[in-house]
């Protein structure tokens, strides 16, 4: 099997000769080069596509078209459609090689943003690695809901908007909204101290490390007693422990596990968190969080236990109730 992997362009490794009219680049000397190389000039970029695509197909990679492109691009630093432009551009062998290991790490279940380093959400190109999740497209409506929110209240307000991103993982949430909500003061925590190191280097890519603190936190442990903000809001962990070994591959084997489950049933941190967030909201504050499909009558139902009232609910694509936005009573 092994031998199999990265077959999708093994086969062009074949020494493969194209007539050399003795003009152009290298004649000769070239020829005999060509001849022991394992990869002739010649290579293009559309061949590398052309057989690394039907490849990944055949080991249900999704997307494989688009996959091969995307690596490609990442590797020879271009935007994926100016690879159109020089489809017939030969790769040398460094390329190649690189492109073999890429190949062989996607193949072996490795989700493409691990193997790029980057993942794009809510629009921001953000650095990511195995320290944290990938940031879902789900995510970018918990986002969207919240600007939405403060920006309909914004009018109101004297003071800079404060915000507290639970969970932060690699910062997509807390960075997407001092983005959308500039003079906003986003407090990002997070109990993996990884994750955080991950989160500040995103920060700084986007030249927010002044709108964004980061805190070593379990939830809300650590932040002063003093604080009130308006918005609470977390993408928590809400995958049922049973559930794990369901995931695909790419989530299961290669994703934090402890950024995707929360106990036997899925609810674990949300309870937590939402028994412990009131003390922390202003008056008029919100919460917002993301959840799992079917999650939203049981997470309703602490809001309820808790003194809160829920004026929110927001579906996503699929039609699941993906974000909950809940208020203290009065
Ligand atoms: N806040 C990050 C995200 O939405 C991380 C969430 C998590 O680790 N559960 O992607």
Known sequence: ????????????TKPKMRPESGH??????????????????????????NKTTPYFEKQGIESPRLTIELLLAHLLKKKRLQLYLEFERDLDETTLEA????????????????????????????????RVLIPRPETELLVE?????????????KTAVKIVDVGTGSGCIAIALAKRLPGAEITAVDVS??????????????QLEKNIRFLESDLLEVLPDSLRVDAIVSNPPYIADGEM?????????????????????????????VM??????????????????????????????QGYEVV???????????????????
């Not at 190949?103 to 195995?130: H, N, S, W």
């Not at 101290?193 to 986007?206: K, T």
């Open 245 to 273: 070994a369901k995931l695909p591959k790419e989530v299961r084997d290669f994703e934090p596990a402890r950024a995707l489950t929360a106990g036997e049933d899925g609810l674990k941190v949300i309870r937590r968190l």
């Open 145 to 157: 809901t919240v600007v939405g929110r403060l920006k309909a209240e914004s009018g109101e307000r």
């Open 1 to 12: 099997m092994a031998s199999r992997i990265g077959g999708g362009f093994v086969c062009i």
């Open 276 to 305: 412990n967030a009131r003390r922390f909201l202003s008056p008029s504050g919100f919460m917002a969080l993301e959840l799992g499909a079917g999650q939203r009558p049981a997470v309703e139902d602490f809001f309820g236990q």
């Open 193 to 206: 101290r990884e994750a955080l190191d991950v989160a500040r280097g995103n920060a700084a890519l986007h």
């Open 99 to 130: 492109l073999r290991g890429m190949v062989k790490r996607r193949v072996a279940g490795e989700p493409l943003q691990y193997i790029t380093g980057e993942a794009e959400f809510c629009g921001l190109r953000l650095m990511v690695d195995k």
């Open 312 to 330: 929110e609910v927001v579906k996503d694509l699929q039609g699941h109730e993906r974000v909950i936005v809940a208020q203290p009573r009065k």
């Open 24 to 49: 152009g680049r290298g004649g000769r000397a070239r020829f005999q080069r060509v001849l022991w190389s394992c990869y002739p000039r010649g290579v293009t970029i559309l061949e590398v596509i």
